[in-house]
């Protein structure tokens, strides 16, 4: 067999559940690569061995002694630093919250550890969550494991590259404008970015936020969205929840593709990609085309979605940190304080416009799913860059306006309310992890679900598109 660490968690967990696997032998053997790998990664931040083993060693004691197991029974799950865990020090990846050690967990953190998971350790993120590259002024930055001169991009950076790296085989991250999705691209793993409210998400500071998510990343599909039904739930403290654990299945099966409308499409029509990408995104579209019913190059129409986004994000970053922007401006990093002043810039008409030019968005997006069931995209426009840089500037010549732009893939279907799938798709030019996103309106979860499933059972079996393992693992 091979180490516990290399096992999916689907096959861990059934292992466990068969007494044939201990979940201390599993915990043990991800702390092993912890301190193998970790001192050149930087992914996990924050681990308390001793309490990590005392979970584990109860979860084999519930084991022997036949009790009730949960849905991730015995299984070790990253944690990303956004979110607060009891006892562990939860920094948001912020000089403000450099020594905090709550003493309560996150709601959705109390929902994973309720299904029998042990809370395993913090990942590292930039500053609460802004920016598509994992670097903060409390851990410094993230290297992805397939060259660790790069960013495995961001914000759920550390959980992405951790999952790569066998360090754990389940971890949480989230999404506003690409933070789970396009890590999962650049890391070679899985990300789901639910539909609002399917995981609640009952900590954000403006509840009336569709906008941005929680959701699992894995190492396969099936493996993800076993977290997900972990994190999955009905709580009226989040305003979109509502959960319906009757349509939610045990197990994914896939979907006969030969009934499935596909639509491609390199650049969603709005977005600025790198030439290489689009090329290599077209190549890896025909490799598994004809599987569908029907295949056609189309995108929705996003109008005006890159003022929209801009206007939209100010605005719930002025929400979610004007008061610190006033009285700890000192303690702040950039990106923070380039959304807050941008955010504040903006008039009532500007928010006004903007919600207006979403709804539009929202009705071009829902019409367009009336013709198929997915689109497919790629996960990130460009191909991973060097950690020591900040944020994409440049794509094909052509100077970025805002420190997001090179993001639109990913931000574009935020406005437009989308659930979406992360997929590994081989390598690219440079020899480094290309993703696909899988993307369909709100409300079809587990129809996509079923779809991500099937597809990545054909992506598998190519050695062009099947998923990458970095060499240090």
């Known amino acids: 067999m091979s180490r516990p660490c290399d096992l999916d968690a689907i096959e861990a967990r059934r292992l466990i559940g068969n007494k044939k696997l201990s979940p201390l032998e599993l915990t043990k053997s991800c702390i092993e690569q912890i301190e193998k790998l970790n001192p050149s990664i930087n992914a ?40 607060i865990v009891k006892n562990l020090r ?44 994992t670097k903060n002024f409390v851990y410094g930055a993230t290297s992805n494991p397939f060259d660790l001169t790069k960013t495995p991009a961001g914000s759920s950076g550390g959980s992405a590259a951790a999952l790569a ?59 993800t969205y076993l977290l997900l039904q972990a994190q999955a739930n009905l709580n009226r403290m989040d305003p979109f929840s509502s959960f319906d654990s009757i349509s939610m299945p045990q197990e994914l099966i896939g979907a006969d593709l030969s009934n499935i409308k596909m639509a491609y499409s390199a650049d969603l029509g709005c977005a600025p990609v790198d030439n290489e990408i689009k090329s290599i ?20 129409n996003f109008l005006d979605v890159h003022n929209c986004f801009e206007v939209i994000r100010g605005f719930n970053y002025v929400a979610s940190h004007k008061e610190r922007f006033d009285n700890s401006k000192d303690l702040l990093g950039p990106n923070v304080i380039d959304n807050v002043e941008r955010g504040l810039k903006y008039s009532l008409s500007d928010v006004s416009w903007a919600h207006v030019m979403q709804t539009k968005i929202y009705r071009n997006f829902r019409n367009f799913f009336n013709e198929y069931d997915v689109l497919i995209c790629p996960a990130a426009s ?10 994409v500037d440049e794509i094909n010549g052509e100077k970025m306006p805002t420190y997001m732009r090179w993001l639109s893939l990913s931000y574009a279907t935020t406005m437009a309310i989308p659930c979406v799938w992360a997929l590994p798709c081989g390598l690219d030019h440079q020899q480094m ?41």
């Open 44 to 83: 996990v931040v924050a681990i308390n061995n001793a309490d990590v083993l005392k979970q584990a060693k109860k979860a084999e004691d519930d084991v022997m002694s036949g009790s009730e197991l949960g849905l991730l029974h015995g299984l070790p799950v990253g944690i990303k630093d956004l979110n």
């Open 90 to 133: 939860s920094t948001s990846g912020s000089k403000i919250y450099e020594n905090r050690i709550p003493e309560s967990d996150d709601t959705i953190v109390e929902d994973i550890r309720s299904e029998g998971a042990i809370i395993f350790c913090k990942t590292n993120t930039p500053e609460f969550g802004a920016g598509g590259n």
């Open 165 to 223: 790296c066998n360090m754990m085989p389940l971890a949480n991250g989230s999404d506003y404008g690409g933070s789970l999705r396009t890590p999962a691209g650049f890391c070679g793993v899985n990300g789901f970015r639910p539909s609002p409210g399917l995981v609640p998400a009952t900590e954000a500071a403006v509840g009336l936020n569709p906008f941005s998510v929680q959701g699992p990343m894995g190492r396969s599909v099936s493996d």
């Open 281 to 300: 995104f077209l190549d890896k579209v025909s490799t598994f085309k004809s599987n569908f019913r029907k295949s056609e190059q189309a995108e929705p």
């Open 382 to 391: 460009v191909s991973p860059y060097p950690h020591e840089q900040l944020f």
């Open 433 to 473: 992890p290309f993703g696909i996103q899988l993307i369909a309106p709100a409300g079809k979860d587990i129809d996509l679900s079923e779809i991500a499933k099937s597809l990545e059972s054909i992506l598998i079996k190519n050695e062009a598109t099947k998923r990458p393992v970095p060499q240090i693992v």
